[in-house]
């Protein structure tokens, strides 16, 4: 990211004074004041059209803080899933299993026995051999 120490701001005047000249360097600050605060003015106009179509967009802040930590993005989607997932105090719960049982109208379920094999040729049905009783 750019940082401007005060070494770096010296030596940007140094080499525009040396570019320009001292005569015109106040004219050249100003022209260069001048775009800048186009740019902002431009900036500013595209981001309020911007936020004026999408109304539910995140702060220019936390884009570019979403931008420089995926992490705290996914965090924000992760709180807004849980947001949706709670239930609402005044919405009606589902009903509970107890409550379906009771329902004459609710469709019956049974449990059947499990299946068991069929016995081999010669035994009964608790695999013992018939003809030795």
Do not use: C, Y
């Amino acid at each position: 990211m750019l940082t401007l120490s005060p070494i770096k701001i010296l030596i940007v005047v140094v080499v525009a004074l040396l570019l320009v000249g001292p005569d015109k360097l106040p004219e050249v600050a100003r022209q260069i004041g001048g775009a800048w605060r186009a740019f902002r003015g431009f900036t500013t106009r595209v981001e309020d059209e911007v936020r004026s179509n999408m109304p539910d967009l995140p702060s220019t802040g936390d884009i570019a803080r979403f931008a420089r930590s995926p992490v705290a993005l996914l965090d924000s989607l992760a709180k807004l899933e849980d947001e949706k997932l709670e239930p609402d105090p005044g919405a009606e719960s589902p009903p509970d299993q107890s409550s379906l049982m009771a329902d004459p109208a609710a469709p019956s379920v049974t449990s059947s026995p499990p299946r068991r094999s069929p016995a081999p040729k010669g035994q009964g049905t608790d695999g013992v051999d018939p003809s030795l009783n």
